[in-house]
């Protein structure tokens, strides 16, 4: 099985500044990229997908992909306390289409 | 349109009883896949479904065990529980394999 890497943080910030959250991957032949929201209790939540190189931007999310460099980051801009949960990176493998998932990034917004 | 339904929500039974997990898709959605998620793991691929057919499996002793019904509708079974067995099962729907995934609430299992 492939691998999914994400630091476990806590990653803080202040409110209102940009959240960083990055994953890397290990399978060259994944094509489709997602990142989830968890929050404590509840269960994952879809908020974005990505497929192509580049930038994805929704609302105050963008998701940025690099598949030379097996790499897939999420963006919160104007960060807000509601933001805090752990964020889960999500990789389809390319052979058997099991979607992968890392352990999560929790991030802490501070008001 | 109603999310996907995991009945019960939760569960505590005794190492070597065996548990049956239940879940209810998307309406519409075929592909049917169960995580187990626990603070030390994250969230570990069990296996996946789509028109009553096993499609992925992931690596878990052969205890665990699932199927899909004409309905789409899933469960999943654990034989012979253990102690490190006590986490929080999730199932998710999608419209066919490869797409994105629907949670549901998930079922917590602890195992005493």
């Known amino acids: 099985q492939k691998e999914v890497e994400q630091n476990s943080g806590p990653l803080s910030v202040p409110e209102g500044a940009i959240a960083s959250l990055n994953c890397t991957y290990s399978?060259?032949?994944?094509?489709?990229f997602f990142w989830y929201r968890q929050y404590s209790g509840k269960s994952p939540e879809l908020i974005m997908s990505i497929y192509s190189n580049g930038d994805k931007e929704d609302g105050r999310f963008t998701a940025q992909l690099n598949k030379a460099s097996q790499y897939v980051s999420l963006l919160i801009r104007d960060s807000q306390p509601s933001d805090s949960a752990t964020y889960l990176c999500a990789v389809l493998e390319g052979a058997t289409n099991k979607l992968i998932f890392g352990t999560g990034t929790l991030l802490a917004v501070q008001p | 349109k109603a999310g996907v339904t995991q009945t019960p929500r939760y569960l505590i039974k005794t190492r070597g009883q065996q548990v049956t997990l239940s879940c209810s898709p998307i309406?519409?959605?075929?592909?049917v896949s169960w995580y187990q998620q626990t603070p030390g793991q994250g969230l570990q691929f069990l296996f996946e479904y789509f028109s009553e057919t096993q499609r992925n499996k992931g690596n878990f002793p052969g205890r665990f065990s699932g199927r899909q019904f004409s309905n789409s509708r899933s469960e999943m079974n654990v034989s012979t529980l253990e102690l490190g067995d006590s986490a929080l099962y999730l199932c998710?729907?999608?419209?066919?394999?490869?797409?994105?995934?629907?949670f549901g609430s998930g079922t917590q299992l602890s195992v005493l």
């Open positions: 399978d060259r032949g994944s094509q489709s």
């Open positions: 309406s519409g959605h075929r592909s």
């Open positions: 998710a729907s999608s419209g066919t394999v490869g797409e994105k995934l629907f």
